[in-house]
C-alpha cells in the first residue's frame, strides 16, 4: 500500500513561532506537493518538489518555504506563523515523467492552528 | 495549466446516475483530464483518468468528446457514501508538472 505519512493530524502553535510541518511517502516518488485547503475555497497548492532540492512555487507561496534534502521526504516551514494560516496543510506524492497523468497520493492532512 | 470550471454543489438521491460535467476551454494537446474524490477529514483520491472518448473503471465512467473543451465524470447508481467534492484536474503528461485543484463540485447524496 502506498503511503503519505504527515507527522502531525493537529497542531497547535502561537502566533511568531516557527513551524514545521513534515511528510515521509514510501513510494520513491519523484513529486511531492502541499497543498492548504481552507472551505469554500477547494485546495491550493503552495509548493511542490519534483526532485531532490528541487522546489516551485505554486499559487500562493507567500509565507512559507520547503524543503526537500531527501527524495521521500518533503517538509513545510511557515517561517512565523500568523492566524491567517491556521488551515489543513495536505501533503501528496506521485511518480515522476508523469506528474500530470501519474496519480496522486495524498496523506490524511494536518490541521493546524495558530492561536 | 487549463483552468477548470465545474459546479460548486450537485444534490442527488440514493440509486440515480450523477453526471459531474467539468469544462476546460484552454486544455493543451497533453493535457490529461483526471478526476479526484475528497471525503470530509481526509486527503482527495484518485477515481479516474482519461485523454479523450470514453474510460470507464470499477468505480466511474469519463467521458471526453472530441475537442476534448469538456469532461464528464458518471458516477451510476450513487449510494450515500458517494457524498463527497469531486474535484477535476486538467495536467500536463510531461515530465514535471504542478496539479492544480479547484473548488470542486460537493455532491450531496440523500436517501
Known amino acids: 500500500d502506498v503511503k503519505v505519512t504527515q507527522s502531525s493530524r493537529y497542531l497547535v502553535k502561537r502566533t511568531g513561532e516557527k513551524v514545521f510541518l513534515e511528510c515521509v511517502q514510501d513510494?520513491?516518488?519523484?513529486?511531492m506537493f502541499w497543498y492548504r485547503q481552507d472551505p469554500g475555497l477547494g485546495l491550493r497548492l503552495i509548493y511542490f518538489s519534483y526532485d531532490v532540492k528541487m522546489k516551485e512555487k505554486g499559487d500562493i507561496p507567500e509565507g512559507y518555504s520547503v524543503s526537500r534534502e531527501k527524495k521521500e521526504r518533503f517538509s513545510l516551514i511557515l517561517e512565523s506563523a500568523s492566524t491567517n494560516q491556521t488551515s489543513m496543510y495536505l501533503c501528496?506524492?506521485?511518480?515522476?515523467?508523469?506528474?500530470?497523468?501519474?496519480?496522486?497520493?495524498f496523506g490524511q492532512g494536518t490541521r493546524l492552528t495558530v492561536v | 495549466l487549463a483552468k477548470t470550471t465545474q459546479p460548486i454543489s450537485m444534490d442527488s438521491y440514493e440509486g440515480q446516475e450523477v453526471n459531474i460535467t467539468c469544462s476546460h476551454n484552454n486544455i493543451a494537446t497533453n493535457d490529461y483530464i483526471t478526476w479526484y474524490q475528497q471525503f470530509p477529514s481526509q486527503g482527495p483520491r484518485f477515481i479516474i483518468q482519461g485523454y479523450k472518448t470514453k474510460v470507464t473503471n470499477e468505480v466511474a465512467s469519463l467521458f471526453i468528446p472530441a475537442d476534448r473543451k469538456s469532461s464528464t465524470l458518471s458516477l451510476p447508481r450513487v449510494s450515500l457514501s458517494d457524498t463527497a467534492v469531486y474535484y477535476c484536474?486538467?495536467?500536463?503528461?510531461?515530465?514535471?508538472?504542478?496539479?492544480?485543484f479547484g473548488k470542486g463540485t460537493k455532491l450531496s447524496v440523500k436517501p
Open positions: 513510494m520513491d516518488h519523484e513529486n
Open positions: 501528496a506524492s506521485s511518480s515522476h515523467g508523469l506528474a500530470g497523468r501519474a496519480e496522486a497520493f
Open positions: 484536474l486538467v495536467a500536463l503528461g510531461g515530465s514535471q508538472g504542478n496539479l492544480i
